[in-house]
């Protein structure tokens, strides 16, 4: 019976990430654009300046790095709208309502996303392969790389999940969620302008966020296991993983605040 309830409220989470196009367009497409009209543009230019870079390792490099916008559109955006929505309209209060409890519909909001960024990844990694060509060079380093990515996701679930706490309103959610959406593509180096290009006075941003370690060309020495440093995309995670955690607080302070507000009403 329970494991029934959690299949239907994971369909019924699914159907929403899939039927919101902000989340396929921004989540899916728009990554694999750029992707497929950066990366070919690189690669060409590479090709007609040197004959001693590796096509194959920039295409890897520039598809790995664009892999990044996926888990910011469908969980960082996606998440965020979607319950924020839910929060406004009183949804989750209906499905208590029908013996949901918060665990399992917490529970199936995360097995939708995972199962959304599974086929946003597959979709991406098929295209990509078609249009500009990657090579897998150790399983190793493979493992690692989703890995760190899956704590990344897990960060931008967090975060997104107490934004739309804290206000409770889609409108509001959407545009915050919106402009730190390219904020954070801007400042990893994913809208066309690399981090080395940043003025000094703003590039201690970029380094704050884990996004931009994966956007960078280092990031084929982790794909490839070999002498990679872990430790400012470690610390960026900490960083951005303390962030998350400090607006959870904040997200439960407040609601524990309104409830007690409209008790005394």
């Known amino acids: 019976m329970k494991n ?44 007609s300046m ?3 870079i ?87 380093g493979t493992l690692k790389f989703f890995a760190l990515v899956l704590i990344e996701c897990a960060i931008l679930f967090t975060m997104a999940h107490a934004i739309a706490n804290i206000f409770k309103k889609f409108g509001v959610t959407y545009a915050i969620t919106m402009v ?3 904020f954070m593509l801007f400042f990893s180096g994913m809208m066309g302008l690399s981090v080395d290009k940043f003025p000094s006075q703003i590039r201690w941003i970029s380094k704050l966020l884990p996004f931009t370690y994966f956007a960078n060309e280092d990031i084929l020495k982790l794909w490839k296991n070999t002498s990679y440093n872990y430790i400012p995309l470690i610390q960026s995670l900490i960083f951005m993983g303390s962030i998350s955690v400090l607006l959870l607080v904040l997200g439960n302070y407040l609601n524990k605040n309104r409830k007690q507000n409209v008790k005394m009403r």
């Open 4 to 47: 029934d309830k959690l299949s239907r409220l994971i369909k019924y989470e699914f159907k929403n990430l899939l039927g919101s196009w902000y989340i396929p367009m921004l989540g899916v497409v728009f990554p694999i654009f750029l992707a497929l009209v950066i990366g070919n543009q690189v690669i060409s230019e590479v090709k």
């Open 180 to 182: 730190l959406y390219f």
């Open 54 to 140: 590796d096509p194959k390792e920039v295409s890897t490099g520039i598809s790995l790095g664009f892999l990044q916008v996926i888990p910011m559109a469908s969980i960082f955006m996606g998440h965020s709208a979607l319950y924020s929505q839910e929060l406004e309209n009183k949804i989750l209060l209906r499905l208590k309502l029908f013996s949901f409890k918060q665990k399992e519909i917490l529970i199936s909001k995360m097995l939708s996303q995972l199962g959304f960024l599974l086929l946003a990844f597959i979709i991406y990694f098929i295209a990509t392969y078609v249009g500009l060509g990657w090579e897998v060079y150790s399983l190793a």
């Open 50 to 52: 040197s004959n001693f």
